[in-house]
């Protein structure tokens, strides 16, 4: 088949959901929606955190991290894809695409590790509830943080440049809504074997090693919330982790759908509606999430919604 390699310089076509363009208007409406409750939430979360002495704990720590990741993450893909709807080209050059795919790739990874990082932080805290401001200090926790984003922007490094060495053929339209790495490979016309085994062997790494540990995480924490000996113990222990565990199950399901299985054509359709699950819905409900579940920091909504009125009045 012929190369061609002069669409690098010209970039790509994103085909998005479909061509008809009311359907476009009512899914731009739909996903500009939800950007903003992305953003508002988010924001939300992160002022509560921010403003609340009693919030000043490790767990809201890592929680404020989440809540900012999920701000850039849907940030790096919503705008482009909103944009999409409205436009008649749906192109994206080639540095948007890689720098879309490197980013949203590098954001996606760091939070991996940063749910895994939270599921650690909550065994410490049931598990060794007597230690846990000890073990997971402020300088601890800073050191994790800073760990979970660097390692993040690092491991995706190879996954974008086998990506974008390949030569491509036949056409440059990606049958997604964003540059992502199993839509891009579809469109080489060289062997990609090579390429699929680094992103297992990588997605292992990302996926599979962080799911063992949260795995692992849990089951310790529920054999030390089953020795608790009164019920509203065991639920209030329990109620800490259940939110966490939510978020977890959507995040990794969707994600491992995408990137633990054999890159085929056959599962376009499918792998663009499974993608909108973990790099757009999940940011969005994860707000709701957290913030249902959890009284500490809605007895904190409460208490910044009266310190406005009370200064307002």
């Not at 899914?27 to 002495?53: C, D, E, H, M, Q």
């Not at 709807?85 to 990874?109: D, W």
């Not at 759908?257 to 376009?268: A, F, W």
């Not at 009284?295 to 406005?308: L, T």
């Amino acid at each position: 088949m012929e190369h061609l390699n002069y669409s690098f310089e010209s970039g790509f076509i994103l085909l998005g959901f479909t061509s008809d363009s009311r359907m476009e208007m009512i899914l731009f409406t739909a996903f500009l929606i939800i950007y903003i409750s992305i953003i508002v939430g988010n924001t939300f979360i992160l002022a509560v955190i921010r403003l609340s002495p009693q919030l000043q704990t490790p767990m809201y720590f890592f929680l404020s991290n989440l809540s900012f990741l999920d701000i850039c993450y849907s940030t790096i893909i919503v705008p482009k894809m909103l944009e999409i709807f409205l436009s008649q080209k749906k192109t994206i050059s080639f540095a948007g695409c890689a720098s879309q795919m490197y980013l949203s790739l590098s954001l996606g990874e760091t939070e991996c590790i940063l749910l895994t990082i939270m599921a650690i932080d909550r065994y410490v805290a049931i598990c060794n509830p007597l230690r846990y401001m000890t073990i997971m200090n402020s300088a601890v926790c800073i050191r994790l943080a800073v760990g979970t984003w660097i390692s993040g922007f690092l491991l995706s490094v190879s996954h974008v440049a086998f990506t974008l060495q390949l030569p491509l053929c036949g056409h440059n339209q990606i049958n997604h809504f964003l540059c992502e790495v199993p839509a891009v490979l579809r469109l080489a016309c060289s062997d990609v074997s090579l390429i699929s085994v680094v992103v297992f062997v990588v997605g292992i790494i990302i996926l599979m090693i962080p799911i063992v540990l949260i795995l692992v995480s849990y089951t310790q924490i529920i054999t030390s919330i089953l020795r608790i000996s009164t019920a509203s113990g065991r639920y209030k222990a329990f109620s800490t982790c259940a939110s966490h565990i939510i978020v977890v199950t959507l995040f990794y399901g969707t994600a491992m759908y995408i990137y633990m299985k054999p890159i085929s054509n056959d599962s376009q359709e499918s792998d663009t509606i499974v993608t909108v699950a973990y790099t757009v819905i999940t940011p969005m409900v994860n707000p709701i999430i957290y913030t249902l579940r959890n009284k500490e920091v809605k007895g904190a909504m409460r208490k910044s919604a009266q310190h406005v009125f009370f200064h307002t009045k």
